[in-house]
T-cell receptor, first 117, second 113 residues
Framework: EAGVTQFPSHSVIEKGQTVTLRCDPI?????LYWYRRVMGKEIKFLLH????????ESGMPNNRFLAERTGGTYSTLKVQPAELEDSGVYFC???????????????FGPGTRLTVL | QKEVEQNSGPLSVPEGAIASLNCTYS??????FFWYRQYSGKSPELIMF????GDKEDGRFTAQLNKASQYVSLLIRDSQPSDSATYLC?????????????FGAGTRLAVHP
């Protein structure tokens, strides 16, 4: 079974440009999460989809970030316009349906390393 | 105060020794606790999770949870050079349900032959 995949693995763009990151979750996983790790800091939650709906977007830093999951399969995260502080590694994770009083393991993708110059 | 705190390390232990990794968290209502291992340039990989106070053992790994002290630890017995990685402590906060994870910055473990 394929794991979570992300594209591209690396992206180098200039400040003010637009970048779109893609995440393909594990097949059948309803839950999809985006996280980000900026240099020297901890991995931080950005948002959570259940199928195509945004369940929690409390971690999105500002309105330059737009996440979509049309059809409830793959997801994209667009940064427009990119700023220097957006540089970091963007991780996607997926899990099966959330059950009360239980835990569904989040499987992480390899990440996209974004560098904004 | 950070929500999840870990010593950044590096923690250096000889091969065959016990490695002890520690983590504290600030949200007293936190529900579940996780240890992820991340090799350099790779994705985080779940190795242990624990819900209840006490110890949970899985092979060479033991997770320990003390909710009163808001403290969770990971012991790695018979450490191997292949255990050298960054270990991330993560928590499901009370406010986050069973969804988002709050991570510590990670502790780098180096096991030397």
């Amino acid at each position: 079974e394929a794991g979570v995949t992300q594209f591209p693995s690396h992206s180098v763009i200039e400040k003010g440009q637009t970048v779109t990151l893609r995440c393909d979750p594990i097949s059948g996983h309803d839950n999809l999460y985006w996280y980000r790790r900026v240099m020297g800091k901890e991995i931080k939650f950005l948002l959570h989809f259940v199928k195509e709906s945004k369940q929690d977007e409390s971690g999105m830093p500002n309105n330059r970030f737009l996440a979509e999951r049309t059809g409830g399969t793959y997801s994209t995260l667009k940064v427009q316009p990119a700023e220097l502080e957006d540089s970091g590694v963007y991780f996607c994770a997926s899990s099966q349906g959330v059950r009360e009083n239980s835990y569904n393991e989040q499987f992480f993708g390899p990440g996209t390393r974004l560098t904004v110059l | 105060q950070k929500e999840v705190e870990q010593n950044s390390g590096p923690l250096s232990v000889p091969e065959g020794a016990i490695a002890s990794l520690n983590c504290t968290y600030s949200d007293r209502g936190s529900q579940s606790f996780f240890w992820y291992r991340q090799y350099s340039g790779k994705s985080p990989e779940l190795i242990m999770f624990i819900y209840s106070n006490g110890d949970k053992e899985d092979g060479r790994f033991t997770a320990q949870l003390n909710k009163a002290s808001q403290y969770v630890s990971l012991l790695i017995r018979d450490s191997q050079p292949s255990d050298s990685a960054t270990y991330l402590c993560a928590v499901h906060p009370f406010s986050g349900g069973y969804n988002k994870l709050i991570f510590g910055a990670g502790t780098r473990l180096a096991v030397h032959p």
